[in-house]
């Protein structure tokens, strides 16, 4: 950045590119004009005020600023998320370079990520964590489902050779924690069942889940029904699909339920919409179902929100983190894609399935 000590917004203000210049208190003393129509705010209304308070900032994002300025690094942010005044989420690449012009020391460059190539990007990570994640429990599974067996029945053998009545409590604590795993044991090899495929209406699932949902928390939801009725049936497993979409909704309740009491009952929507000329795991589909789960909870914690499809990761105290993935195995299987976006009183999760016949277009 040559010649900014003597000019410091020269020739910024042509780039395409969104600019923002921060001193080192990370205030903001210039924005180009890109960066303005980026933010939806005025350079000048905003000048003397930090980055994050003009837009929502990843934690990520301010220790990335904050490391320019002590150690004098230069940073590639990847995908990073900014939240605008109106709730709108930017995806950016980002590029942090430090500088040394009067009151000036932070150089902060923002690309917007098109919309389609940011979505094919992380379906394919996601599955290829999923395959990775699934591989590994499969294994880890197996090699403990067998010695379960051993420990429960030599508990069994030992309460009957015990011949105090009493020491029977202890064995079945044992027993008792053993059947627990090997319940959680069959539950994380259930990914690996084949498919059995066949046709199904989305709106028969979704009311069966609205029935269980119902049942299990009388009197504490509102379900909200917005269909499109027009949908046409799609190929899948039924079983499969209704576990995906069951475990999905029951975790939006439970957050709900976490509202202090006296607060209004909580609403979960479930939405369904035809998707046209859609790309998922690098196929294209002329049609696909678009099932949108939305409820006005909580939302879900900043800290495990890029984690909260791996296993084992709870947001809920007691949770055995199994929900969200086993959802998200089943939905690949259907050749589909889930994704979420959540804040405090929303939080959505998209599901996008294709419809009708063939495996649709690779874009290879």
């Excluded at 939806?40 to 301010?62: E, W």
């Excluded at 009957?160 to 029977?168: A, I, Q, T, V």
């Excluded at 409590?169 to 795993?181: G, S």
Aim: net charge neutral.
């Amino acid at each position: 950045m040559t010649g900014l000590a003597n000019n410091p917004t020269g020739g910024l203000d042509l780039l395409f590119s969104s600019v923002i210049l921060l001193d080192a208190d990370l205030a903001i003393r210039y924005m180009n004009p890109a960066a303005e129509h980026l933010l939806a705010v005025s350079g000048k209304t905003v000048r003397g005020n930090r980055l994050d308070s003009v837009a929502g900032c990843p934690a990520t994002l301010i220790e990335a600023l904050n490391n320019a300025l002590a150690h004098g690094w230069n940073y590639s942010e990847p995908d990073t998320e900014l939240r605008l005044g109106d709730d709108r989420v930017l995806h950016l690449n980002c590029s942090i370079n430090q500088v040394e012009a009067g009151e000036i020391r932070l150089l902060v460059e923002f690309w917007s990520i098109d919309p389609q190539i940011l979505r094919a990007t992380r379906e394919e990570r996601l599955l290829e964590l999923q395959l990775a994640s699934r591989e590994l429990i499969r294994n880890l599974a197996h090699e403990i489902k067998n010695p379960l067996g051993g420990i429960r029945g030599a508990a069994q053998l030992l309460e009957r050779e015990l011949g105090n009545p009493g020491l029977h409590e202890y064995t079945q604590v044992i027993i008792k924690e053993a059947d627990r795993l090997q319940d959680l044991m069959k539950r994380l090899l259930s990914t690996h069942r084949p498919m059995q495929p066949g046709a199904v209406n989305i709106h028969e699932i979704l009311e069966r889940v609205r029935s269980l949902l119902t049942a299990e928390f009388p009197g504490a939801l509102t379900i909200r029904r917005d269909y499109d009725t027009s949908l046409p049936d799609l190929v899948g497993d039924r079983e499969q699909l209704i576990q995906a979409t069951l475990n999905i909704a029951r975790n939006a309740a439970q957050a709900i339920m976490k509202r202090p009491a006296g607060e209004a009952s909580g609403q979960i929507t479930f939405r369904t919409r035809v998707a046209r000329q859609v790309t998922l795991a690098k196929r294209r589909f002329p049609l696909a179902l678009e099932l949108q789960i939305i409820d006005d909870g909580p939302g879900i914690p900043e800290d495990i929100r890029e984690r909260m499809f791996y296993p084992l990761v709870s947001g809920r105290e007691g949770g055995n983190g199994l929900g969200l993935t086993l959802a998200q195995s089943f939905i690949l299987q259907h050749q589909g894609a889930i994704e979420c976006q959540s804040r405090p009183g929303y939080t959505c999760f998209t599901i996008r399935m294709p419809l009708g016949p063939g495996g649709g277009k690779s874009m290879n």
